[in-house]
């Protein structure tokens, strides 16, 4: 009985992936939205702007760009809000400004990025996968960023909310890479039972004010973030800063600053790192894709098995931290391994910095705004 | 007046280097001293005082300020300042910044802040220059002036500050001179209190980078400028216009009390989910 | 405000103390002067008419006029003032090596 109610709280609706990016973040607790209009991701601005209002804290408003979006995302966060934003690639160059300032206040954020044709105005309406690496180095200074991807709608909805838990659990930006056809794939999706779901909020300090570090150099890395006006007064800068959060260019603190970044993410990383292993375990050759293409190779690789090839498929939904070990496994399982992507190779270029000899990388890029169909891989699979 | 000083410093942070980074007769100072005493004034406590500031030399207040203190990036402020209030409009969220960062570089957010009428108390510390990186020309620069990039005269005619806000819709614009601490005071604590966008332009003088190309042999010469031009609104006016350019035009330059963005967006939200209920 | 001479004491706090002569040039009676230091030090305090101006528009905080008649606290308030660890301790001056 108890389990009949409980299927009863799941939903299936028919949404756009970029609905399913609002859905998850629902779920996941987030009450701000700062963006501006861009296609493709403009419908996730446009349901926030119609969701939001609705709950009882929650705050919709649109900037005048991207550069500010992403500000008053960083502020509302501070003040203790899950917040995101969505926006497409000239308006993810804009935002770089504002990734760094967020990393290196370690200000947790989610941002999705609907990926189109570029460079610049590129095709606005045609999808693309090229701002992977934009993604990872797209700010400038070294810093450690997570970014994730989606390649279905159900995707949408659950990395959107995974997005959230990282963002909230390591108080870090996490990027959101969709493509132009994931976004606006129009499909059946199960909106989970929120009581079941996994939700993760920020820690709050629980010392008394005159204690707290809001920088702190701890064991997991990620000090308690207490929203501003909470009695917890402490100063919060883009300029490298001390424990207390004082600006420095002392070398032993700005040393131990930024190892610490690094460390918060790197000593996670069997946690951040998620990717979906199919067909993998007797396969002699590999296929590693992601995003839209990911689906596209799911189908070449059923259609290779028919005809007796052993092919196996390795997902990546996180891109960034790299997962090295999953792949670095496959590559020495297998002959030869195909990067398929909408680029001309930017996650292959990982791939091949991991490979080191142990196998042969292929790669099949495709740059004129159209999607990698199963048939096109399949031939790249024979032809070896 | 006894208590002045001592309450200024009751509200710094101690654990910080005193005195301040600025330069010796740096305005900067002053308009700090001005903020503290209006926040005192209007009996504000600290912890509902979120101080956003941005890059320059004006950055550098909040680190000296035991408010909740936010330093972000160039020109800005307004953006983080504007997520602040609308996340949790109970705090008190006052932005600094310089002109080139309120002008410049953050031209756009400034007219879309007073736009959009967000309940915001905004100083910007106009001082004609960019000081920290050398004494380059902003936008306020005036017209023949000298900077290190303008070192043939700027060619370009400058922003008035206060008319721009004005003109975009803000509740309460102003202006003072750091020398009219007084008039500061009350212009600052009046727009702490005022609903929507409140702005205040503060003229502070910069000697190190401005002063010393443009003929100010000392700090205090800049001062002896501002005492003897800084004019009452009401009075420039009806100066004639050859005039005009000679002085700073003082006072209020819009007073209104239209609701803030956050009090409207309140009202929205409760009307939604009263309809709802 | 009475403008009466002589009810003041003025204290400058030569450590935060830049030298930028705003107080100095602008003291309607002429109560400061420059040290050989090239900071300001009070000379005529006498003189002091109790504006405030030197106050309020010194940029380093680093001056302090006070009524005579308060000469009770007077010490401990000062003294306090120098470096206190946060500015709640200022407030409860506890401070008894001075006094």
């Known amino acids: 009985m108890a389990n009949k109610t409980k299927k009863k709280k799941q939903t299936e609706i028919f949404a756009l992936g970029n609905e399913a990016v609002v859905e998850g973040a629902l779920l996941a607790g987030c009450d701000f939205f700062a963006g501006y209009p861009i296609t493709p991701s403009t419908e996730i601005a446009e349901e926030m702007a119609r969701r939001l209002p609705c709950l009882e804290r929650g705050v919709f408003i649109q900037m005048e760009d991207e550069i500010a979006s992403l500000g008053a995302v960083i502020g509302a966060s501070l003040a203790g809000r899950k917040a995101m934003t969505a926006t497409s690639g000239p308006g993810f160059s804009l935002m770089q400004e504002h990734i760094g300032y967020a990393c290196i206040t370690e200000t947790p954020l989610v941002l999705v990025n609907v990926m189109r044709a570029g460079p610049s105005t590129g095709m606005p309406t045609s999808p693309a996968q090229a701002d992977v690496q934009q993604a990872r180095w797209g700010t400038h200074g070294d810093h450690p960023i997570v970014v994730l991807s989606a390649g279905d709608v159900q995707e949408c909805l659950e990395m959107t909310v995974t997005a959230f838990n990282f963002a909230e659990k390591y108080r870090t930006p996490v990027i959101l890479l969709l493509d132009e056809v994931t976004a606006h794939t129009r499909e059946k999706i199960t909106i989970p039972d929120p009581e079941g779901l996994y939700i993760y909020s920020r820690l709050l300090p629980s010392m008394p004010p005159e204690w707290y570090m809001p920088f702190e150099d701890n064991m997991r890395g990620v000090s308690a973030m207490p929203p501003l006006g909470s009695g917890y007064r402490y100063h919060v800068t883009g300029l490298t800063h001390d424990d207390h959060g004082y600006p420095t260019s002392k070398p032993k603190e700005v040393e131990s600053f930024i190892n610490r970044l690094f460390r918060k993410i790197d000593q996670f990383f069997y946690d951040i790192q998620i990717v979906d292993e199919i067909q993998c375990g007797d396969a002699d050759t590999c296929i590693i894709a992601y995003g839209c293409v990911g689906r596209s190779a799911e189908l070449a690789v059923q259609m290779a098995r028919e005809r007796g090839e052993k092919v196996g498929l390795l997902k990546l939904k996180t891109l960034f931290p790299f997962p090295r070990p999953v792949v670095e496994k496959m590559l020495r399982q297998c002959s030869s391994v195909l990067v398929p992507e909408m680029n001309m190779g930017q996650i292959s270029r990982e791939v091949k910095r991991v490979n080191n000899g142990l196998s042969k990388v292929n790669t099949l890029n495709r740059i004129d705004g159209q999607i990698i169909t199963p048939g096109e891989i399949l031939k790249k699979l024979l032809k070896g | 007046m006894a208590k002045v000083t001592q309450l200024i410093h009751n509200y710094l942070r101690h654990t910080k280097k005193f005195p301040h980074v600025f330069c010796p007769g740096c305005g900067h100072g002053i308009v700090l001293g001005s903020l503290i005493r209006s926040v005192h004034a209007q009996g504000i406590p600290k912890d509902d005082i979120v101080l956003v500031a941005g890059i320059g030399c004006s950055g550098r207040i909040p680190v000296y300020v035991d408010f909740n203190t936010v330093h972000t990036t160039h020109g800005r402020a307004l953006t983080f300042a504007t997520g602040i209030k609308l996340a949790n409009p109970k705090l008190k969220v006052i932005v600094i910044m310089g002109d080139g960062d309120a002008m410049s570089i953050g031209g756009n957010h400034l007219m879309h802040s007073a736009r959009r009428n967000i309940g915001l108390t905004a100083l910007v510390l106009n001082n004609h220059i960019y000081g920290m990186t050398g004494g380059q020309s902003s936008s306020t620069t005036p017209f023949g002036c000298y900077s290190t990039t303008t070192p043939f005269g700027q060619m370009e005619k400058e922003f008035d500050i206060a008319e721009i806000t004005k003109a975009c819709g803000a509740n309460f614009v102003a202006r003072a001179t750091v020398m009219q601490a007084n008039l500061m005071d009350r212009l600052i604590s009046t727009a702490l209190i005022n609903p929507g966008f409140n702005l205040v332009e503060v003229i502070t003088p910069c000697h190190t980078q401005f002063g010393r190309k443009n003929k100010y042999k000392t700090t205090v010469d800049m001062y002896k400028w501002l005492k003897k031009n800084a004019t009452p609104i009401e009075k420039y006016v009806d100066m004639p216009p050859e005039k005009k350019k000679e002085v700073v035009s003082t006072g209020v330059f819009s007073h209104k009390d239209c609701a803030g963005l956050e009090e409207r967006y309140a009202q929205m939200r409760q009307n939604l989910n009263g309809g709802a209920a | ?99």
């Not at chain 3, 100095?24 to 109790?50: D, M, W, Y």
């Not at chain 3, 470096?83 to 200022?90: N, W």
Request: proline share 5%; aromatic share 6%; glycine share 8%.
């Open chain 3, 1 to 99: 405000m009475a403008k009466k001479k002589g009810q003041t004491i003025v204290k400058i706090y030569q450590d935060w103390c830049k030298g930028c002569g705003i107080c100095v040039t602008f003291c309607p009676s002429g109560v400061l002067r420059f040290n050989n230091q090239g900071k300001a030090e009070v000379a005529h305090e006498e003189e002091c008419i109790n504006c405030g101006f030197c106050e309020v528009h010194c940029p380093d905080f680093a001056i302090l006029v006070q009524p005579k008649n308060e000469t009770g606290s007077r010490k401990n308030q000062t003294e306090s003032m120098k470096v206190p660890a946060s500015a709640e301790d200022s407030m409860n001056p506890s401070n008894e090596e001075i006094s």
